[in-house]
């Protein structure tokens, strides 16, 4: 049985993967075991049964539990992983089990692997320990690799609970455009537009949803324009599609690129000034119609307008708001669809094609996960 031992200690000047690509490469056993995090070496890892464990079932990686060194704490490090809409879910445990070890996503601990494994998939350079280990298993569980955890094997570690500093998180979230990532229940980190370089939202494939910080931008804008009108005693209403996804979801429709407002004539030249003022965002389309409003009509009455909730705060409608996005978009019109400019459209108000949605993107690329067909 012959491997090497690689292990994760102290700090360094640069990114922390190229460290580890760097002693990757004078590798050339036929095993390698990564010892991120550990403290000691004991017989306590059983290295031939993590072999014994990865060639009796053909895994890619075998990963021992760990126990903390300074809190004597034990956990058996094996994560499942979702990473979609933007946003990378760790979830402790496991679904199934094999050889009398876990079925694993992602594992926080030492490991066992085959040394040609790196060469196929690279560890990605420039990155820190966290994110670039935990893009490498995303794309081990793309190519459908067993990954275990063998709580018979056991390593000692630093800390326990591993992978829960925001910033080392940052190289991932660049790389993979994440605005959420979930590590345990006690860390959840939430990233910019900035920072997760999120594209809004006409540079962006017809079939990719909105990322959350790009929706929020959106609906901020709206939210502005709805609170200004009323400040000022104008009024202003949802409209078209901007409607629509406040009927379905209570926010922005996840494939929106403009915003639609209804304002009533007499208020129009008075509210143009007012936009200018509320609106910020520069990625974003506003559409703004005049006409007569059931706002105005019911204030008048002295009845209470109607209004529904959009991302948090509750704006004015059409009187039965339900009724009106049916009249204008048909019996169907909880079905989702692309935005027409997305599907080559001229007019907005030419058919609505419930359920159509322009092709995915080529599979397996990151746009994959955050895809609005299926």
Known sequence: MVFRLLVERGSYSYKETDVWRNLLK???????????????????????????HMISVGATVVSSSV?????????????????????????????MSIDSCFLCNHVAAPFLTHSHVFQHVPLKGGMTSVSGFALWFLELVKLKKIILSCPD?????????????????LDLVKHSQVEEVYVRRDA???????????????????????????????????????????????????????LLGALKFNGILPW???ADISVE???????????AAAVVTEDYTFIFSISSTDTSR????????????????YVATPQSPGLFGRNRYGSEIYQHANHWRKRGGTSSWQFYEAGKFAECVKPGTPELFRSVCS
């Not at 209004?307 to 705060?313: A, F, P, Q, T």
């Open 256 to 258: 929106e690129i403009d």
């Open 265 to 275: 004539g007499d208020n129009f030249t008075k509210f143009a000034d007012l936009v």
């Open 153 to 169: 094997s056991m390593s000692y570690v630093d800390n326990i609970d591993g992978e829960s500093e925001r910033d080392q998180w």
């Open 67 to 95: 126990k903390d060194t300074h809190t004597g704490q034990w956990k058996r490090a094996c994560d499942q992983s979702i990473f979609k809409n933007y946003t990378l879910v760790y979830t402790p445990g496991y679904y």
């Open 26 to 52: 004078k590798v050339s056993t036929e095993y390698v075991y990564i010892g991120r995090n550990i403290t000691k070496f004991t017989e306590d890892i059983q290295l031939n049964v993590l072999v014994n």
């Open 188 to 242: 959840h980190f939430k990233y910019g537009c900035d920072e997760a370089h999120t594209r809004c939202p006409f540079s962006i494939p017809a079939s990719l949803s909105l990322s959350h910080c790009c929706m929020n931008e959106l609906s901020n804008g709206v939210k502005a324009v709805m609170k200004a009108c009323q400040e000022q005693n104008m009024m202003c209403e949802l409209n078209d599609g901007t």
């Open 298 to 313: 019911l204030s008048k009455a002295g009845i209470s307008p109607t209004r529904v909730l959009l991302d948090g705060e």
